[in-house]
């Protein structure tokens, strides 16, 4: 059974940084790609950034150049730093497995079939 835990959510003001973590377990980490989602009050879960299992990246051009994701496939983790935050950013942010394995760094939400419970990030202004 996969399992996917965040933490590292909280408030920060504008400007800060925060670092998310995901723990996983259940699969084969190093197979599979992994992705930060976020959700705001009233929209649409979005896709944030994604890591595959070589190393290769992607990200929203909203969090380009402020956001860094990276995975530890020793410790069957994967990170999301935060920095320059806006208020903007201020969502549930969800980590997600890939459906497959030795995908890319996709950031079709159907691709991913696996989710944590979510953790939230507030940026005041």
């Known amino acids: 059974q996969v399992r996917l835990v965040e933490s590292g959510g909280g408030l920060v003001q504008a400007g800060g940084s925060l670092r998310l973590s995901c723990a996983a377990s259940?699969?084969?980490?190093?197979?599979?790609?992994m992705a930060w989602f976020r959700q705001a009050i009233g929209k649409e879960r979005e896709f944030v950034a994604a890591?595959?299992?070589?190393?290769?990246?992607s990200y929203a051009d909203s969090v380009k150049g402020r956001f860094t994701i990276s995975r530890d496939n020793a410790k069957n983790t994967v990170s999301l730093q935060m920095d320059s935050l806006k208020p903007e950013d201020t969502a549930v942010y969800y980590c997600?497995?890939?459906?497959?394995?030795?995908?890319?760094?996709?950031?079709?939400?159907?691709?991913?079939?696996?989710w944590g419970q979510g953790t939230q990030v507030t940026v005041s202004s």
């Open positions: 890591v595959s299992w070589s190393g290769s990246t």
């Open positions: 259940g699969r084969t980490f190093s197979s599979y790609t």
């Open positions: 997600a497995q890939s459906r497959s394995i030795w995908g890319s760094a996709s950031y079709t939400l159907a691709e991913y079939s696996y």
